[in-house]
């Protein structure tokens, strides 16, 4: 376990010492597909890891509409927040797919952050990428309309999870159309009506859940805003 701590991206700065700390209070955890992890407004007790899978982040409004904040892959980090919420989850976290977590205890985490700089210069970057992930979805809802958001967010997907195939750039994170509403603030009518414009665009080939992305440089564009 201790080369695959070392081969994580976020964790390959980190010592030997602090990576045996980590390794020693970790919980190897498997979960199935759309199992829930944790509720938002639920006790922390761990920050998570993820080995293999997708995870989504997930708020509920006061009208009981879910929101989808972040998508989480493979070798990245969440559930870190509840370490300034007093341990409370501030969201929800549910699996995509079949995934394997690996838990660490929130108390091991606050340990590390005073005892070394290296491992809170990790956690800060981690939280300052979801900061700026979370500043570009409030320029998308607020400058972007609802066609130039979906596209965008697919363009972000096909980014980060985005795999070569035979029909294009295959989206690894299937989505249902409404969890693409859910994640661009709309109905899931409207996702399934720009869904087909840019199906008959010949921008993306569209086999129920999945999406692959046939001409990336025409979505871009439709990212930036040019409808």
Known sequence: M????????????LSDITLEE????????????????????????????????RI??????????????HIIRENEMFGEQAIFEDGMNPASAKTIEK???????????????????????MLLQVMNLKLKQAYRQII?????????RLASRIFKLSRDHGVRHEYGLFIKAKLTQQELADYVGTSRETISRILSDLVQKEILHVDRH??????????????????
């Open 2 to 13: 201790f080369q695959q701590l070392r081969q994580i991206p976020v964790m390959n700065e």
């Open 210 to 227: 999945k999406i692959y992305v046939k001409d990336v440089d025409a979505l871009k564009e439709l990212a930036l805003g040019s409808v």
């Open 56 to 69: 989504k982040i997930t708020k509920v409004s006061s009208t009981g509409r879910e929101k989808i904040l």
């Open 140 to 148: 998308n809802l607020s400058f972007k309309d609802t066609y130039s």
């Open 99 to 121: 995934s394997v977590i690996f838990l660490i205890r929130l108390e091991t985490v606050k340990k590390l952050m005073i005892e070394d700089n290296r491992f809170s210069k």
């Open 22 to 53: 980590i390794m020693n209070n970790i919980i190897i955890k498997d979960y199935r597909a759309d199992e829930m992890i944790y509720v938002e407004g639920e006790p922390s007790q761990y920050v998570f890891l993820v080995v293999s899978g």
